[in-house]
């Protein structure tokens, strides 16, 4: 299920991913997903979610989100 939106919440991105909003934020605070923060808030950009579903279907191993995200820029 892709996004066409350019930043999803972290509610948003965890129910996607079908795992628990408390998990996704403990790995966007240590670094292992990436994430903008503006202020007290963190969003999820929509680019790292397609290319992990992208990867995920193209490649039988685990991918890096923190990768995808440096390739994106």
């Given at each position: ?53 992208a990867n995920a279907i193209a490649d039988t191993k685990a991918t890096d989100p ?8």
């Open positions: 299920m892709p996004t066409a939106r350019t930043f999803l919440t972290v509610p948003e991105a965890a129910e996607l991913l079908r795992i628990d909003t408390s998990t996704l934020y403990r790995a966007i605070r240590g670094g292992e997903f990436p994430a903008v923060r503006i202020r007290a808030r963190y969003l999820v950009p929509g680019k790292v979610i397609e290319e992990l579903i923190a990768a995808v995200l440096r390739r994106a820029v």
